[in-house]
Nanobody, 119 residues
Framework: VQLQASGGGLVQSGGSLTLSCAAS????????IGWFRQAPGKEREAVSC?????????YTADSVKDRFTISRDATKNTLILQMNSLKPEDTAVYYC????????????WGQGTQVTVSS
């Protein structure tokens, strides 16, 4: 069971990035998917979460609502976080996550990918 994250980088304020997390060893359709982030000196926080395939439940933090979109690509067995209108306060290490319960971090984590937004 592995999650390999990619897509982070340095972007100017107002720009966009797409984070991907490729899964191996299991199907992303069978799990609750989520993205978390941790900024320097702060606790890890939930960014967005989506239920198993066929479950319409979704959660997006107020701080990123209308800017970030979570999705999954079953054909590539990948989690995706599309981030638009990025702000300096979005700077953090972003982690993908898989689990069994909605709104709860599951046991499977990606290695984290750094996102830095310059002003």
């Amino acid at each position: 069971v592995q999650l390999q994250a990619s897509g982070g980088g340095l972007v100017q304020s107002g720009g966009s990035l797409t984070l991907s997390c490729a899964a191996s060893g299991f199907s992303v359709d069978d799990y609750v998917i989520g993205w978390f982030r941790q900024a320097p000196g702060k606790e890890r926080e939930a960014v967005s979460c989506q239920g198993r395939s066929g479950d319409r439940r979704a959660y997006t933090a107020d701080s990123v609502k209308d800017r970030f979109t979570i999705s999954r690509d079953a054909t590539k067995n990948t989690l995706i976080l599309q981030m638009n209108s990025l702000k300096p306060e979005d700077t953090a290490v972003y982690y993908c996550n898989l689990g069994d319960y909605f709104l709860q971090a599951g046991p499977y984590w990606g290695q984290g990918t750094q996102v830095t937004v310059s002003s």
